[in-house]
């Protein structure tokens, strides 16, 4: 078993940005300088912090971005990600949500008051959003650069996933955060067994821009 050596400043800076950066009052700030919802505040964010993150990959680490998961997209992919987002909106949304308004009725509200009277292609773009960057922070450079750091893929994948729920506190509240759990699992262990950062973000941007169209369309 080889001694886990200290990540370079690059890392270390890339690391924060993935792991804590999506939970910074961000989005709070850009909607005070004028963005015109919440929702698009988040989206924003969430972009600024992967134009960081991919910066810091290609200029200050010098490595390609082969180094977090991304390839030539192919059909494998495309097949992958599909599947994942059936099983995700079929199998685990309804599980979870059928959970939490057991354990926790109502624990949704806070956020979808957020989200209800936005239009159609800002939800569309939040659903995109969420997949592109959300995959790329959480899933492929936290996951691979803790994996090199700590020489553990088991223990990187653990990490990052709980920063991926904690993520979801100030948007959601807790209980909703936590019910993030399981298809967060899942879409590690996509990323775990195929190192396939495409497949990823298929599936979370298809699973989300689906929900949040779905709560769009559901009488109030």
Do not use: C
């Not at 957020?114 to 239009?119: C, E, L, V, Y």
């Not at 909703?176 to 067994?193: E, F, H, S």
């Amino acid at each position: 078993m080889r001694t886990p050596s200290s990540p370079p400043a690059a890392t270390i800076v890339g690391l924060a940005i993935a792991l804590a950066g999506p939970a910074l009052p961000i989005a709070e700030l850009i909607a005070h300088a004028g963005a015109p919802s919440s929702i698009a505040a988040g989206s924003l964010a969430l972009w600024l912090l992967l134009v960081a993150l991919v910066a810091i990959v290609l200029r200050w680490e010098r490595r390609d971005l082969g180094s977090i998961g991304l390839r030539r997209p192919g059909w494998r992919s495309l097949a992958w990600g599909v599947a994942a987002a059936a099983v995700l909106l079929f199998v685990v949304s309804p599980a979870t949500n059928a959970a939490l308004a057991a354990l926790a009725p109502g624990a949704y509200e806070p956020g979808l008051a957020k989200i209800r009277g936005s239009s159609l292609p800002l939800l569309v773009v939040a659903g995109v959003s969420a997949g592109v960057v959300e995959e790329t922070l959480y899933r492929a450079y936290a996951i691979e650069r803790l994996s090199e750091w700590s020489g553990s893929t088991a223990s990187a994948a653990a990490l990052a996933l709980a920063a991926f729920a904690v993520a979801h506190v100030p948007f959601w509240g807790v209980a909703a955060a936590l019910a993030t759990l399981p298809a967060g699992l899942l879409l590690t262990l996509l990323y775990v067994a195929r190192r396939d950062l495409a497949a990823n973000v298929v599936a979370h941007a298809t699973t989300a821009t689906v929900q949040l169209l779905a709560v769009a369309a559901a009488p109030r």
